[in-house]
């Protein structure tokens, strides 16, 4: 099997000569802090060599419990935000059927996702939804009180018991939570529900090789151990005694320091010709957002879906200030096949493109894009995907991870951590009157009261 591969020629041309390889001590020091445990976040590093410790015996487990809810449910909903949620949606939504929820054969289970928002109306029409369907519930949340998933997992659990009964319900409810503490974790004992762990060492962003990222992943009928053997091989790729000029996360990571600290490039957007890899590139913003944006500093992560996009952005990306840089993942070769036909009429001028593959004008507007784009300022990085299946998949995702704690030591931020997402949430407490939040309540009743 081939390995993803990186090009980063179109953006060394906009920095100094030799300015990525003058990282090569900085990311030695960085990938040998990540080895020992001696950076900042050490207690977070269990995805670190978390693909080669994964067993097939763990696999197995996880597949048996995946085979219990895809035998009796018709629909699976996911309940989890953030690192929860967001790492199952892209390998889910990268290898589905672009129409799956139209075509629905019957064969895998229709996944759904809740507990990533608190909006009434999609919960009302997700409840709307269910009230026909044989349907389960994997609750992903480490303590079972985020208010988005607890608030959808108490309708979720009160609804699949209503329909199903709660010993049936109880057969089809999955919690994957802390092994010993926290709410999620005492209802799950408590109702006799299967459970997985989420590994005390392994952060939410850095947990889809976990049963967070996996039993939904199975679930959807995919192929876990490819995705994990993926993940091993890239483990291997990028591991701290490879030379740095072939070390593809250390040369990312290096290359987008320099971009940002030299070039003064304080944007990243990734970019994808691939519409399945939307929620991927979703994944990919919450890993380096939240690894890196700390202490005023951090490179802004946005995603964009070309060529969609271009009929947005194009123009912004185009000549907007120049403060941007690219990262295009492209896949190699589609799944499928479709050639263009010819038309007698040629009304829109396009018999030119008669009998070649669809992915063929894809790839030649890709490459006429990272054209136009450098040549109007932007820098641009290839991540090269040979297939889209669960093999690479599991590669890329290896690979970013490996690179963002590399980059996240190299900007000199604990990349492990997320202290201000609790800034919304106390707010929010407070101005809903929690108890314990009086304080909070009163001095914010009183900043409002002054704003007006």
């Known amino acids: 099997m081939k390995n993803i591969t990186l090009d980063t ?34 207690d977070f590093l269990g995805w670190l060599h978390l693909p080669s410790s ?13 085979n219990v809810l895809r035998e009796n449910c018709e629909v699976v909903v996911v309940a989890g935000i953030g690192g929860s949620y967001l790492g199952a949606r892209a390998v889910i939504e990268a290898l589905s059927n672009s129409f799956a929820w139209l075509v629905n054969d019957k064969k895998n289970p229709t996944i759904l996702f809740a507990g990533n928002n608190i909006g009434e109306d999609y919960l009302s029409e997700l409840t709307a939804y269910l009230k026909d369907k044989k349907f389960g519930v994997i609750n992903i949340s480490k303590s079972g009180t985020t208010t988005e998933t607890a608030l959808a997992f108490r309708l979720l659990k009160k609804q699949c018991e209503d329909q199903r009964g709660k010993d049936e319900a109880k057969d089809v409810i999955v919690a994957v939570t802390d092994a010993k503490k926290g709410a999620a974790r005492t209802c799950a004992d408590k109702e006799g529900y299967k459970s997985f762990i989420i590994p005390d060492n392994v952060g939410g962003r850095f947990s889809v090789l976990t049963p967070v990222g996996l039993l939904p992943i199975a679930v959807a009928g995919f192929d876990v151990k490819q995705l994990v053997a993926g993940a091993v091989d890239m483990e291997k790729a990028c591991g701290k ?15 987008r320091q320099a971009l940002y600290t030299q070039a003064g490039k304080k944007i990243e957007i990734v970019c994808n010709f691939q519409p399945k890899l939307h929620y991927f590139a979703e994944w990919w913003k919450q890993l380096y957002g939240e690894s890196e944006g700390k202490d005023q500093k951090g490179i802004f992560p946005a995603a964009c879906d070309f060529t969609t996009d271009l009929h947005s952005m194009g123009q912004w990306i185009q000549q907007g200030e120049r403060s941007i840089f690219e990262t295009v993942i492209s896949v190699e070769t589609p799944n499928e096949k479709l050639l263009f036909p010819h038309d007698d009429e040629n009304l829109d001028g396009l018999n030119f493109l008669e009998g070649k593959r669809v992915d063929e004008v894809n790839k030649m507007a890709e490459l006429g894009t990272r054209l136009a784009h450098v040549d109007g300022g932007v820098p641009n990085i290839l991540v090269n995907v040979p297939e889209l299946n669960a093999y690479y998949l599991g590669q890329l995702i290896y690979f970013f991870e490996k690179a963002c704690g590399i980059s996240g030591l190299l900007e000199e931020v604990n990349p492990f951590n997320q202290p201000g997402v609790e800034a919304y949430k106390k707010n929010m407490f407070a101005l809903l009157n929690k108890p314990g939040y009086e304080a909070e309540s009163k001095a914010i009743q009183e900043r409002l009261a002054n704003e007006k």
């Open 9 to 42: 020629s179109k953006a060394a041309q906009f920095l100094k000569a030799g300015a990525v390889e003058a990282y090569e001590p900085q990311v030695k020091a960085a990938q040998e802090a990540l080895e020992n445990g001696t950076c900042p976040g050490n």
């Open 241 to 255: 005694d490879v030379a740095f000029d072939e070390n593809p996360a250390a040369i990312y990571a290096a290359t």
């Open 54 to 66: 994964i067993s097939a015996d763990f696999i197995k487990q996880l597949q048996d419990c995946a």
